[in-house]
């Protein structure tokens, strides 16, 4: 599988953490996605993908490619055996500069890219992809793409700036002296926190710490589950077991044995660090 990546350059580096091309056969028919404190944008060039955006909601296909921004569950994703499109991982606030509606409506609803940019918009940017010299340029006519439609966003700024020290502090900072720092009440930042990123400040904390604390985690190593909780600030080893399955859909021993089984079966693949094999 064919992953290429790179960072955008200023002011999108602000709002994006990567830019990536993936083409070829996935490592498994099904991954899920643990939710995170990320948006995501991708633009289909292959068969159509399916989601299915949590338990509860039926699976859907995606043809022309999804747009979402923060989930606060994990995903089904399914590939195709011959996958290829270019996406955006966006930082938490990044999409909200090219999303005509406010991000709360996206929050685990995830829709196709020309519900957002209108179906000639998305045709046109197809065409030109795909016919694209290489994952290389293809990356940069979606950068160019996303220069293009971004705009100013009011708000972004404070949203920004709070949702940094969230990051900093592992989702420690204490979402009221965020707001008394930033000369809002709490009402107002997590009505704008929902606007831009489509969750709370609190719900973008928990993210941050969950995630955090699962990339600390080695699977080739035995784990002690109780001071790995203790150590991230969770109340007890409960707490953690819950948050967990709220962000991944599996408990925290059932989730090494997955890493451990992607690792094993395919050892140094790109995408072994997030998703997780479902099926």
Known sequence: ME??????????????????????????ARLTLPASPAALLIVNLGPPFRIRAGAD????????????????????????????????????????PFLPMPAAELCDRPVTVEQVWGRPAVAELRDRLATADGPREMLSLLEEELMRRLGETAGLGLIRHTSRVLAATRGAAPIGDLSVAAGVSSTH????????????????????RFTATVLAIDPAVPIDWSELAGGAGYFDQAHFGHEFRAFTGLTPTR?????????????GHPLEGWPLPAD
Do not use: N
């Open 189 to 208: 930042l997590a009505q704008r926190f929902k606007d831009l990123i489509g969750v709370t400040p609190k719900r973008l904390a928990r993210a941050y």
């Open 57 to 96: 909601i039926e699976t859907a296909e995606y043809a022309d490619g999804c747009v979402v921004t923060m989930s606060t569950r994990a995903w089904d994703f399914g590939y195709p055996a011959g996958t290829r499109s270019v996406g955006v991982h966006f930082k938490p606030w990044g999409l909200a």
């Open 3 to 28: 992953y290429v990546s790179r960072t955008p350059r200023p002011p999108l580096d602000g709002l994006i953490d990567d830019l990536y091309y993936l083409e070829g056969t996935p490592p498994y």
């Open 255 to 267: 989730y090494v044995e997955v890493r451990r089984r992607f690792l094993r079966d395919h050892p």
